[in-house]
């Protein structure tokens, strides 16, 4: 496993942008797939976006690809989440989470490294 580190969360009015990123604790990602997940007020947690580490290929779910996309600084071992566009039903805690090897997983229990999540809200 791999210590993760969310930040960049906030307050943002609809129609903005906001970026969040995710770093590597005490360690590298090595070859990994790095999630961006989210959980709005009372619902599930879902799927928004996966990058290969490090490689760089990335998908996206439906209801974020044309206005979300994810992306890594190998340097800095960081991944990112920039969200353009941004509405109220994006409001929610965004999570990123990392699992071995790679594939296509969108599943919550595909990943077994996870970070604290960072709280958006999109609101005027």
């Known amino acids: 496993q791999v210590q993760l580190v969310e930040s960049g969360g906030g307050l943002v009015q609809p129609g903005g942008s906001l970026t969040l990123s995710c770093a590597a604790s005490g360690r590298t990602f090595g070859t990994r797939l790095v999630a961006w997940f989210r959980q709005p007020p009372g619902k599930e947690r879902e799927h928004v976006a996966t990058?290969?580490?490090?490689?760089?290929?990335?998908y996206r779910a439906d209801s974020v690809k044309t206005r979300f996309t994810t992306s890594r600084d190998v340097a800095k071992n960081t991944v990112y989440l920039q969200m353009n566009s941004l509405i109220p039903e994006d409001t929610a805690v965004y999570y990123c989470a990392a699992r071995d090897g790679m594939g296509y997983y969108t599943r919550m229990e595909d990943y077994d490294s996870w970070g604290q999540g960072t709280q958006v809200t999109v609101s005027s």
């Open positions: 990058i290969t580490w490090p490689i760089g290929s990335t």
